[in-house]
């Protein structure tokens, strides 16, 4: 009896001194960490370093400088764009210097979702009406096992609905273009961002035997943010030698992006006359290293057709 | 004898053990916890009005201490205009090198047999409020209240963007409010864990 009465004196002490344990414990507790600590216990927390992010905005608009980026308007927003290019700055005072001409797009694309978008265009060059659609296939990402590339395809038709009076039959399926473009974009830093551009021009028609139905080329192209609003742009499309006609040139154009609020300003030099794939991949002429450059200039107003929130 | 006598060890073992749990309860009961936290904030000017919502918010309120802390990713800021989010990301508040806005305080009087008895309770927060990597000292008023076990926490105070040196160019500086009206609503549960516990 006496053996088992000890026992529980024993049990006792030691719910005490599990108590003092517990209460010391709590003690330690009492006085407050200090603020940074609990907000970077929260931070541990909620520091996801597996959560991927999107990376936005590797190009400031839908267009670099005559061909289109990575970017498209968002799901329910309306681009109405305007696109124009003046003559050639060596055409003289006479055509004051090329502004006395001038060439325009008119174009409107809308973003069905945040990947499709539906565009449609007029081109006062050839009076030639275009229709595409672009579908951004894979978004860059950071974080962990990162997608380091923005993937966006292209594919769009044109046609050229001029009168002709050359006695040459032009129906339908002749006066059709069809471009088919994959960009592949990469934004290196928030002030640099560059894209490939593989892609491939097929005509219906064309005008010589010496002239390629399909023509190769690889669209490079590059942005270098100056400022938070202004940004240098490049643009080259090189064409494989084995798809070049006689006469025409490699696209060539540098730009200077400004934003606003709602708009996106893009004033820039090219030698290409055309803004959309089958004018400047095809029928680029000038030699802009001789002066045949011409101004010109993108605007893109975004309407929000269907809020977000 | 001896059987009796392991169940009296037994037991003394089983009231150590429940003490240290109702310890760990009564500390984690202190603790409220969330990640969803909404945090909305409008510009209003005779131009446009601006909204934008994040779901993101994560908070730590610790009733016993008093202390609070709130951290949001900016990038999770959702506009009605998606231009208007980019802008916000590429130019206000350059997310990519402030990722977050942070508050880190101490409530100045809690009533907590008040809070317990149910019903909103008016309190203060003062501590320091970052955001596009500015700190700045601030007073918040809110309300606490206890629905369902869950800690409901409301606030809405006024952001000068200026203030954290967020630069407006002249072309849209009348389509920005001077002053900013942040809401913040959320509802936080308790903590199971001391949150330095969870790895």
């Known amino acids: 009896m006496l053996h088992f009465y000890s026992y529980g004196f024993r049990a006792a002490v030691m719910s005490i001194v599990g108590l003092l344990c517990v209460a010391t414990a709590a003690a330690q507790d009492v006085p407050p960490p200090a603020a940074p600590d609990l907000l970077s216990d929260l931070e541990r927390q909620t520091t996801d370093t597996l959560r991927r992010e999107t990376v936005q905005a590797t190009f400031k608009g839908t267009r670099i400088i005559n061909g289109h980026s990575v970017e498209t308007p968002g799901a329910g927003t309306l681009i109405f764009l305007i696109s124009h290019r003046f003559g050639t700055l060596n055409s003289g005072a006479y055509n004051f210097f090329g502004l006395d001409q001038a060439t325009i797009r008119l174009g409107l694309e809308y973003g069905l979702n945040d990947r499709l978008t539906v565009g449609v265009g007029r081109s006062s060059l050839e009076k030639t009406y275009d229709g595409f659609l672009k579908y951004r296939a894979l978004r860059q990402t950071s974080g962990a096992r990162p997608m380091p590339v923005s993937i966006t395809l292209f594919a769009s038709s044109a046609i050229n609905t001029l009168r002709y009076t050359d006695g040459v039959d032009y129906t339908l399926p002749r006066r059709l273009t069809y471009t088919y473009q994959a960009m592949i974009a990469r934004k290196f830093s928030p002030n640099l961002s560059v894209q490939l551009s593989p892609t491939v021009v097929h005509r219906n028609l064309v005008d010589t035997r010496q002239m390629h139905n399909d023509v190769v080329a690889l669209g490079v192209a590059g942005r270098q943010k100056l400022s938070k609003r202004t940004a240098l742009m490049l643009e080259y499309y090189y064409r494989l030698p084995t798809s070049e006609d006689p006469g025409t040139r490699n696209a060539i154009a540098a730009g200077f992006d400004i934003e606003t609020g709602g708009h996106v300003f893009q004033l820039h030099v090219t030698n290409s006359q055309g803004m959309i794939e089958k004018h400047f991949m095809t029928q680029t002429y000038g030699n802009f290293f001789d002066g045949d450059i011409y101004f010109g200039f993108n605007v893109a107003r975004n309407f929000t057709l269907k809020p977000r929130l | ?199």
């Open chain 2, 1 to 199: 004898m001896t059987l009796l006598v392991h169940r009296m060890r037994a037991s003394a073992w089983l009231l150590l053990l429940s003490l240290l749990l109702l310890a760990a309860g009564a500390r984690a009961q202190s603790r409220y916890m969330t990640r969803e936290g909404v945090v909305t904030f409008f510009s209003s000017s005779p131009v446009e009005d601006i909204e934008a919502r994040s779901q993101q918010t994560a908070a730590i309120l610790d009733l016993q201490t008093r202390q609070l802390a709130f951290t949001i990713p900016v990038k999770s800021f959702q506009f009605k205009r998606t231009l208007m989010q980019e802008h916000f990301n590429e130019n206000y508040l350059e997310s990519d090198r402030y990722p977050k806005a942070t508050f880190t305080g101490k409530l100045t009087a809690v009533d907590a047999e008040a809070l317990r008895n149910g019903g909103p309770q008016k309190v203060t927060a003062e501590g320091d409020l970052t955001i596009h990597g500015v700190t700045r000292h601030v007073q918040v008023p809110g309300t606490l209240e206890l629905q369902n076990g869950r800690l409901v926490v409301h606030a809405t105070f006024p952001v000068a963007p200026a203030d954290y040196k967020i630069e407006i160019p002249a072309l849209v500086r009348d389509h920005i409010a001077k002053i900013v009206s942040v809401r913040v609503a959320m509802s936080c549960e308790t903590a199971g864990l001391p949150a330095a516990a969870r790895p």
